[in-house]
């Protein structure tokens, strides 16, 4: 028996949206998808390799009604023949180009139904498209459509209905093509996952039955990749035995029709939660197979030769370039022909994405150089302040809000992929120089404000020896230490730094290291300090240590260098399956109205489902006082008292992702009796941006949300605040609730008036608010 595999589709085992998921190959060149570009217009990028084996873009690809938000064009790409289908689920549509004469790529037709997110997935074989819509978190369910050239012209052909029921079955998360046939993956049909066929007769498509597998159990994904060929149908299941994985192929009794068990293929080093099955590929006689999470999700490929005389794969070996990471995803797509192959690697530099091209010489793959994409990546802006004039300064949206610099990730200390997160500061009492110390993935940076226009980055700490890289750090500083942890990094622990250090550094930057680790923590979320009191409270604690259940860890900073444990608060009647577990906090010495707790430490606690207000001036017996909710509540995230404590502010991250309000939401507690906090108010913004960190100076609240970037509104009303100035830090497409990480927190307490803002992928903002006659 002969099993020729044609060149097949790949399945995206997991819904990424990063660069390279979605790989295509056609000649020589390689292309690659950017669909995960939610802001930006997305892009196909082509590559080819040149004399001296490098890979070099050549082109790049976009759709010829862009608009001002991302379309997500590039989140799938088939090639065949000439023909090249690009999906754009974000405006949902399918964009269909041909080869000219000249060897450019014309786009020729958009194709659309009323499906939302069409184009997740594509399919283009000879005068057929097929293409997926939906299947996403808040989709009840999945479809899939088809399009025919007749005439010249591109005529729906109609919808290729599951026989499977309706739900989220996943349906068309892998599609393959040969002929007139169609194999479509469900991979979460009846729990196990099924494939199902589709034949192409008298203009329309018809279901020719179910393909299930009796040996897959719960969570197999049975179906999450398909490759079709002439009478042979490989399956892959890549949650197969939790999470090893396994390819199960076929042969097609062409008398009778049925599709007869053949081979199950399970990596020669089998493991669980690698994922064998993520992705399949055939050329030829030989088969490749994907396991995206192979060795810490880093991934690899295994390639297999089929054996004319035993009628059995043989010659399993591994495909993999040493330079992956861990969760770089490689393998969970790829395209190849019999001269080149892309493999895509979409958690590769922390998820930003990459792919790896290769050249195919006598059935050979030779690695080539990864490639990658940095849109939307910003130089720095130094020298002179750029006063916000007619609503922009520097390219940056404002209003009333001067930049005074700009320095990008990467003259922070940041490599591709690393993001910026939070941000503290401190002044040196013997020089008077302001420093920003601000959040990385994978460290802190030092910044000398000496001169707020020409910033200076003077001193790097990566994250602790025992711990790893966290998208969430925090820092507070107390006297002349800086406090440093990080969210979900192990055994991290609190990093502590002497900030005079800074001072004698003459070779900027200088990586250095923490003058001391606290182990009583392991991994954290937030740290607040009451620099009153001297106390030092973290939160969101896990990994080891004594965690407090999530809440407040009291630590007593009576030395600075070395923080001795002083005890644990919990408030059970909140957080998530009341947890009692605190996400951020602020912690004073009461001086507000409540005449009752006068003079006493409170802290107030954002837990997720309410606010917690407690009494823990004795760290043996700390008391808790009340708790406040509010009405659509989805995350109690952070929040700040007014200087007086009377009022405080409160930001829900999560209730404008989730649609529960019409504008960026904050939410107004009085104060006046801390026993019984009343919600004296909302304010309700014009955008409807996902906000983050809030913090009030005098009349003042600075805000960043994501999109949005920073917003500074006057509560001299404290019930009413009024939009006063701001600052966009992502400038690009609508400052709408897209989860997309921009300005994630501000410094606005320097004595200068210099405000510090910190956005995700973009870098650090130093700016000022204009003074403005009133």
């Known amino acids: 028996m002969v099993a020729l595999l044609g060149l097949a589709t790949f399945a995206n085992a997991q819904y990424a949206l990063q660069f390279g998921a979605a790989v295509a190959v056609d000649g020589n060149e390689v292309y690659v998808g950017e669909g995960r570009n939610l802001l930006q217009n997305g892009s196909v990028f082509v590559y080819a390799a040149d004399a001296d084996g490098t890979w070099n873009l050549t082109e790049k690809i976009q759709a010829s009604d862009p608009i001002e938000s991302g379309n997500g064009f590039g989140r799938s790409i088939k090639i065949k023949n000439d023909r090249m289908v690009v999906g754009a689920p974000a405006v949902n549509a399918v964009y269909v180009f041909d080869r000219a004469a000249d060897g450019s790529w014309v786009e020729s037709a958009k194709l659309e139904t009323d499906a939302q997110g069409l184009g997740s997935n594509v399919f283009v074989y000879d005068d057929h498209v097929i293409a997926s819509a939906g299947g996403g978190r808040r989709d009840p369910g999945s ?98 035995r939790t999470g090893a994985g396994a390819a199960v192929s076929y042969m097609l009794n062409k008398d009778s029709g049925e599709w007869e068990f053949q081979h199950q293929l399970e990596a020669f080093d089998s493991r669980p939660n690698e994922l064998f099955g993520s992705s399949l590929i055939g050329w030829g006689l030989n088969l490749i197979v994907g396991a995206a999470a192979y060795g810490d999700r880093s991934g690899t490929l295994y390639s297999y030769t089929f054996d004319l005389e035993t009628d059995r794969m043989s010659r399993s070996e591994m495909i993999q370039p040493a330079s992956l990471q861990y969760r770089s995803g490689y393998g969970t797509v790829v395209a190849m022909n019999d001269k080149v192959a892309v493999v895509g690697a979409q958690g590769h530099d922390n998820f930003e994405g990459a792919a790896f091209p290769y050249t195919i010489s006598n059935g050979e793959w030779i690695e080539g150089n990864a490639v990658f994409s940095d849109s939307g990546v910003f130089e720095s802006i130094t020298g002179e302040k750029i006063e916000c004039e007619e609503s922009e300064a520097g390219g940056f949206p404002c209003e009333d809000v001067d930049m005074l610099s700009f320095l990008s990730r990467s003259d922070v200390g940041a490599k591709r992929g690393i993001q910026m997160n939070d941000v503290w500061g401190w002044e040196d009492p013997d020089t008077g120089i302001e420093y920003a110390v601000v959040g990385r993935t994978d460290g802190t940076s030092f910044i000398s404000l000496k001169d707020p226009s020409n910033p200076t980055f003077v001193a790097d700490m990566p994250y602790s020896a ?269 400052n709408d609730n897209s989860p997309v990480l921009g300005a994630w927190s501000n410094y606005p307490y320097f004595k200068s008036g210099v405000i510090v803002v910190t956005s995700g992928r973009e870098g650090v903002f130093f700016l000022k608010k204009k003074e403005i006659d009133t």
């Open 143 to 240: 479809s899939v459509h088809s399009w025919s050239l007749m005439g010249g012209n591109w005529e729906y052909s109609g919808e290729l209905k599951s026989t499977l029921g309706e739900g989220r079955t996943g349906f068309g998360s892998a599609i393959d093509m040969y002929g007139p046939s169609a194999a479509i993956g469900s991979p979460s049909a009846n729990g196990t996952g099924a494939v199902e066929i589709f034949n192409f007769e008298n203009g329309t498509w018809s279901a020719a039955g179910a393909i299930l597998n009796d040996d897959a159990s719960e969570g197999s994904r049975y179906g999450s990749a398909v490759l079709l060929a002439d009478g042979y149908l490989v399956v892959g299941m890549p949650g197969y």
């Open 466 to 734: 025992t711990g790893h890289q966290s998208l969430h750090r925090d820092m507070k500083v107390y006297q002349n230490y800086a406090y440093i942890v990080a969210d979900g990094a192990g055994a991290h622990h609190m990093q502590v730094f002497d900030l005079t250090r800074l001072r004698n550094i003459m070779n900027a930057p200088e990586t250095v290291e923490a003058d001391n680790i606290y182990k009583g923590i392991y991994s954290s979320h937030n740290l607040i300090i009451n620099e009153e009191s001297g106390f030092l409270y973290a939160v969101g604690s896990d990994s080891g240590g004594e965690s407090c259940g999530g809440a407040l860890h009291m630590i007593d900073l009576a030395d600075p260098l070395n923080p001795e444990f002083a005890g644990c608060f919990n408030e059970p009647r909140t957080g998530r399956g009341g947890s009692g577990a605190t996400h951020d906090a602020q912690c004073v010495n009461y001086i507000g109205p409540d005449s009752d707790y006068a003079g006493r430490e409170i802290c107030l606690s954002s837990n997720g489902t309410a606010l917690s207000v407690a009494d823990v001036t004795d760290k043996s017996n700390p008391v808790a006082i009340s708790v406040a909710d509010y009405p659509s509540v989805a995350y109690a995230h952070q929040g700040w008292l007014t200087e007086d404590h009377r009022f405080f502010y409160l930001n829900d991250e999560g209730d404008e992702g989730a649609g529960l309000t019409e504008g960026t939401r904050t939410i107004i507690f009085d104060l006046t009796d801390l026993d019984e906090p009343v919600l004296s108010g909302m304010h309700i913004a014009d955008d409807n941006a996902i906000d983050h960190n809030l913090y009030v100076r005098d009349d003042l609240m600075y805000q960043t949300n994501y999109l949005a970037g920073l917003r500074i509104l006057d509560v001299s009303d404290p019930e009413n605040p009024v939009e006063v100035g701001t600052f966009d830090t992502v400038p690009y497409g609508p």
